[in-house]
T-cell receptor, first 111, second 113 residues
């Protein structure tokens, strides 16, 4: 079993929809949680960074961490075609350099 | 503000040839990471440096792979000899602190035929 599980998709939604992307993990020691966006043939780009449990909002993006369920989410409000990309979750333990990535969910926002 | 710069962007080479990938991290970043991305295995950490010193190379798949960081603004990842299974996208990333989010380059797309 992988340490971090992420549905590969693709997830196809109409423009303006609310998108929910999720990851589950098995290691309760994970403390730092990140979401990266990766456009086709580009490098991953850091979107959101959270420590421990709770919510964090940045514009149309909200990251949620539920450590009791070992579940993290990224919500995108008012989705746009430009949001079409692969979204990777990533996490690591306190004092650990080793970032564990999910396999990524491909999102397509239809105009 | 220039991001992480990688070269070459694309490389096609024959099996057995030496491949050298290059990376210029963001100025002031103390940490540099080399990742490999494939469809099968996703993003894997190969090696990372702190202040130009290799800290952990346990992700380097074989002795055919080597990485150096001669100064704070330059790193190389070398594969010698290359094999078809090395075909992947190789990313370099840098960060200010080891646990914070990383800035990735645009990747070097390697095909070994």
């Amino acid at each position: 079993q992988k340490e971090v599980e992420q549905d590969p998709g693709p997830l196809s939604v109409p423009e303006g929809a609310i998108v929910s992307l999720n990851c589950t993990y098995s290691n309760s020691a994970f403390q730092y949680f990140m979401w990266y966006r990766q456009y086709s043939r580009k490098g991953p780009e850091l979107l959101m960074y959270t420590y421990s449990s709770g919510n964090k909002e940045d514009g149309r993006f909200t990251a949620q961490v539920d450590k009791s369920s070992k579940y993290i989410s990224l919500f995108i409000r008012d989705s746009q075609p430009s949001d079409s990309a692969t979204y990777l979750c990533a996490m690591n333990r306190d004092s650990s350099y080793k970032l564990i990535f999910g396999s990524g969910t491909r999102l397509l926002v239809r105009p | 503000d220039a991001g992480v710069i990688q070269s070459p962007r694309h490389e096609v080479t024959e099996m057995g040839q030496e491949v050298t990938l290059r990376c210029k991290p963001i100025s002031g970043h103390d940490y540099l990471f080399w990742y490999r991305q494939t469809m099968m295995r996703g993003l894997e950490l190969l090696i990372y440096f702190n202040n130009n010193v290799p800290i952990d190379d346990s992700g380097m798949p074989e002795d055919r792979f080597s990485a150096k960081m001669p100064n704070a603004s330059f790193s190389t990842l070398k594969i010698q000899p290359s094999e078809p299974r090395d075909s992947a996208v190789y990313f370099c990333a840098s960060s200010l602190k080891v646990r914070t989010g990383k800035n990735f380059g645009e990747g070097s797309w390697l095909t070994v035929v």
